[in-house]
């Protein structure tokens, strides 16, 4: 398994933008499909959007699409959401998941592993 720290939320007017990173620990981190969730209150944690082992292959949940955009760099062992024209109900805070599996190519992606998360709150 690995280990995930995520940063870099925080509070933002409406139509600004965040990049949350998420730093994994592990030296198989480039064979595990990655992903982030998030929770608002009084709701139950959602899939935002996953990137396969291969980078080649991502996935959004439809409130986010053409907003953000999830990718990977193998070599800083991270993950990275760029959230764009965030809207009040983007507030939640955001976790960083990684597949159960290390190099599955089952799609979509398993979660096994997560961070502790990180709020982001926009502002209207």
């Known amino acids: 398994q690995v280990q995930l720290v995520e940063s870099g939320g925080g509070l933002v007017q409406a139509g600004g933008s965040l990049r949350l990173s998420c730093a994994a620990s592990g030296r198989t981190f480039s064979w595990y499909g990655m992903g982030w969730f998030r929770q608002a209150p009084g709701k139950e944690r959602e899939f935002v959007a996953a990137?396969?082992?291969?980078?080649?292959?991502?996935d959004y949940v439809d409130s986010v699409k053409g907003r953000f955009t999830i990718s990977r760099d193998n070599g800083k062992n991270a993950v990275y959401l760029q959230m764009n024209s965030l809207k009040p109900e983007d507030t939640a805070v955001y976790y960083c998941a990684a597949s159960i599996t290390p190099g599955s190519r089952t799609w979509p992606i398993k979660f096994g592993s997560w961070g502790q998360g990180t709020q982001v709150t926009v502002s209207s």
């Open positions: 990137i396969s082992w291969t980078g080649d292959r991502t």
